[in-house]
């Protein structure tokens, strides 16, 4: 989050804004999602360098502290799996609801920045409490390779 002199803050600032304390587990997740800019999955996140030690459990806990936090944010794939993704980047928050793209042959997931969800309309007394979009084709490299 920028600060009042549009400055990027720390990650320590950050979570503390945030209502967290700075583990070292914590840190190094939102740093790692942060620098890798787009939606990864647990299993991506576990194998990173620093953060294998990691057991399962922390890391799932991490994740979710992070996730109810407003830092981070899970999408699903294609497949049915979460991914999660970093609402800061470089220190600034990034918007929570922006649409992602995914690879259908590599399985490649991005972040589609700058552009917004689809406006949505519920019916009277009901109550968005969340949104994702995903939109499906060929990375540049599979289509170079003259995927389907």
Known sequence: ???????AV??????????LRCTPARDAVLAYLSRRGRPLAHSEIARARGLASLDRVT????LGALQDAGLVHRVQ????AWRFCAHVRH????PANHPHFQCVRCGRMRCL???????????????????QFVVYGLCAACARRGAR
């Open 1 to 7: 989050m920028p600060s009042p002199s549009g400055a």
């Open 10 to 19: 720390s990650r320590r600032q950050l979570l503390r804004s945030s209502g």
């Open 59 to 62: 890391l799932y806990r991490t």
């Open 77 to 80: 794939d294609r497949e049915g």
């Open 91 to 94: 220190g600034r928050r990034c």
């Open 113 to 131: 920045t700058g552009q917004e969800l689809p406006r949505v309309t519920v019916r009277a007394g009901e109550r968005v409490t969340g949104k």
